[in-house]
């Protein structure tokens, strides 16, 4: 993978700008791009390489965005704002740590989705993507026709009679604020023991790239079991539209 095509992956995949530091940065992370002198990405190469493909990135200062995202620069400096007021009032370490629920699922359940690890929303409500803006419920009841439902039994309801289990790959994490790149010393669920026991299991689905990303870190893929990376549900990808992010995630059923 050359090294506009991994910022064009993230970009894409995070589906928002981001500085050419933060680019940077994640991709030293994840590794999809290696120097031959095998020196980290810099944020000046960054630059100078989303300058050379203005047909792909838009630039805005030193905040990078696909061109068909458009710039999201004041998104991001609010987002990073309440990341600093949030460490403002946190008093305690141990509020950093953030844990994952138990999974959805029953004996029949075919197709796992596998977020990273729930937002702080839902952690507070004790439920599956619970934020009014994450699309996760809307996108499962319009590619497979259903209403969408209101109450969280019923949602619990629909997916287990669409033989469709939820999860996230992370157990434990440190993290600020609900952000996937701001998760740090995460813990992974038992997934192995899950796949064991779910006999019926042949779709993983990943809800976002960092939660594709931590289970290739811990875990094995399957050969008897298709793997598909799909767009996250997120609020933080709201520039992917509705019928695209439809799209994208109907690929689940053929």
């Given at each position: ?59 805005d200062g030193s905040f990078v965005s ?91 309801e629909l997916l287990l009679e669409l ?92």
């Amino acid at each position: 993978m050359t090294l506009h095509e991994a910022i064009e992956k993230l970009l894409e995949l995070t589906g928002r700008s981001m500085t050419t530091q933060q680019i940077a940065d994640e991709l030293n992370k994840y590794g999809w791009y290696k120097k031959k002198d095998g020196s980290k990405i810099s944020a000046f190469q960054i630059h100078g390489r989303t300058k050379n493909y203005a047909h792909l990135f838009n630039r805005d200062g030193s905040f990078v965005s696909l061109n068909e995202q458009g710039s999201s620069k004041s998104q991001t400096i609010t987002t990073s704002s309440k990341q600093k007021t949030a460490k403002k009032a946190t008093t305690s370490p141990s509020s950093l740590t953030k844990k994952s629920f138990a999974p959805i699922s029953n004996s029949d359940t075919t197709i796992l989705i596998l977020g990273t690890m729930p937002g702080d929303t839902s952690l507070e409500q004790g439920e599956y993507y619970s934020h009014p803006r994450n699309r996760f419920w809307k996108i499962i009841s319009k590619i497979t026709n259903r209403s969408t439902p209101q109450i969280y039994t019923e949602k619990i309801e629909l997916l287990l009679e669409l033989n469709i289990g939820i999860w996230d790959v992370a157990h434990k994490v440190k993290r600020m604020g609900s952000l996937d790149m701001d998760i740090m010393d995460e813990e992974p669920n038992d997934l192995d023991d899950f796949i064991e026991k779910h006999k019926n299991l042949n779709i993983i689905a990943f809800n976002g790239i960092k939660s594709q990303i931590l289970f290739d870190k811990y875990f094995d893929r399957k050969k008897e079991i298709k793997y598909f990376n799909l767009p996250s549900s997120s609020p933080a990808n709201a520039s992917i539209d509705f019928e695209k992010l439809c799209k994208l995630w109907s690929t689940i059923f053929r």
